[in-house]
T-cell receptor, first 114, second 115 residues
Framework: DAGVTQSPTHLIKTRGQQVTLRCSPK?????VSWYQQALGQGPQFIFQ???????QRGNFPDRFSGHQFPNYSSELNVNALLLGDSALYLC?????????????FGPGTRLLVL | AQTVTQSQPEMSVQEAETVTLSCTYD???????LFWYKQPPSRQMILVIR??????QNATENRFSVNFQKAAKSFSLKISDSQLGDTAMYFC????????????FGGGTRLMVKP
């Protein structure tokens, strides 16, 4: 049973560019959440997708956007990259049951903005 | 907004000994869930243990157990018989089921298990 997968593993961009990160959820899961983890800090919630719609959003600017596809996979897009966007981006999947679902994390994508 | 605080940035323990990691949280909600996640140097976040706030019994998973004190808003993790593979960052996380299923994480505790 494949777990959560993310691509790419590493990415280097320059300021002002745009980036797309991808996530495939664990088999049987229908909900995808994205988190940003700056170096030495705990992850911060960006947003969550369910049934191809953004279900909840954290305190991140509109430069951060996402998408969920019919097969439940998801993309995170970041426009107009800033140096401060350098971080580990984690995707987590879960099954929406309305009862505090456990989230399972992928290995992350390390983004470096120069 | 909920906050999660881990007051021990770094800890170390000898192999085979027991260590306790602290976590406190702040919420006005009554229905919530608490988690401990482990993030080894390979960086994949792994679930260690989960606790439902409505359950009085402390959760256990093999060598891992929690001390959940709801009134004190405390959720500590005890690791018994520590192993070298337990070396990792440990994150405490809170989920308020009434506000969606986002996780709020603490800042983490770096645990080093020494041989």
């Amino acid at each position: 049973d494949a777990g959560v997968t993310q691509s790419p593993t590493h990415l280097i961009k320059t300021r002002g560019q745009q980036v797309t990160l991808r996530c495939s959820p664990k088999s049987g899961h229908d909900t995808v959440s994205w988190y940003q983890q700056a170096l030495g800090q705990g992850p911060q919630f960006i947003f969550q997708y369910y049934e191809e719609e953004e279900r909840q959003r954290g305190n991140f600017p509109d430069r951060f956007s996402g998408h969920q596809f019919p097969n439940y996979s998801s993309e995170l897009n970041v426009n107009a990259l800033l140096l401060g966007d350098s971080a580990l981006y984690l995707c987590a999947s879960s099954l929406l049951t309305g009862a505090g679902e456990t989230q399972y994390f992928g290995p992350g994508t390390r983004l470096l903005v120069l | 907004a909920q906050t999660v605080t881990q007051s021990q940035p770094e800890m170390s323990v000898q192999e085979a000994e027991t260590v306790t990691l602290s976590c406190t949280y702040d919420t006005s909600e009554n229905n919530y869930y608490l988690f401990w996640y482990k993030q080894p140097p390979s960086r994949q976040m792994i679930l260690v243990i989960r606790q439902e706030a409505y359950k009085q019994q402390n959760a256990t998973e093999n060598r891992f157990s929690v001390n959940f004190q709801k009134a004190a808003k405390s959720f500590s993790l005890k690791i018994s018989d520590s192993q070298l593979g337990d070396t990792a960052m440990y994150f405490c996380a809170f989920m308020d089921n009434n506000a969606g299923n986002m996780l709020t994480f603490g800042g983490g505790t770096r645990l080093m298990v020494k041989p």
